[in-house]
């Protein structure tokens, strides 16, 4: 995997971390650093996932990629919302 890859799914994990907070109902009382480290493993963990499942996330503007950074995103921020639970309303 290239560099150029690894900066780009941090980038795009940093927007769906955003679009994860948006997503879950409820108030995630966490601030702009959690949001974007919680978005950018959730993108990694994504894309490893739908690796390992067989789905190419080589292209990081394909819908798959997207659908794939966008769940793990979800998934690690439930999970930190979970762990912190004085965090999620």
């Known amino acids: ?9 941090i980038v ?3 927007v769906m ?3 994860a907070r ?4 409820g108030e995630q009382k966490i601030g702009l650093i959690p949001t974007l480290i919680v978005g950018a ?10 690796m390992k499942l067989g789905v190419d ?9 997207l659908v ?4 793990g995103s979800i998934v690690v ?3 930190f919302c979970l762990i912190f639970r004085g965090k999620w309303n």
Do not use: E, R
């Open 1 to 9: 995997m290239d560099y150029m890859y690894i900066l780009l799914w």
């Open 12 to 14: 795009l994990g940093f």
């Open 17 to 19: 971390g955003f679009l």
């Open 22 to 25: 948006a997503i879950l109902p």
């Open 41 to 50: 493993l959730g993108s990694f963990v994504g894309g490893f996932t739908a």
């Open 57 to 65: 996330v080589s292209d990081i503007t394909a819908w798959q990629s």
């Open 68 to 71: 794939a950074a966008l769940v």
């Open 77 to 79: 921020l439930v999970l």
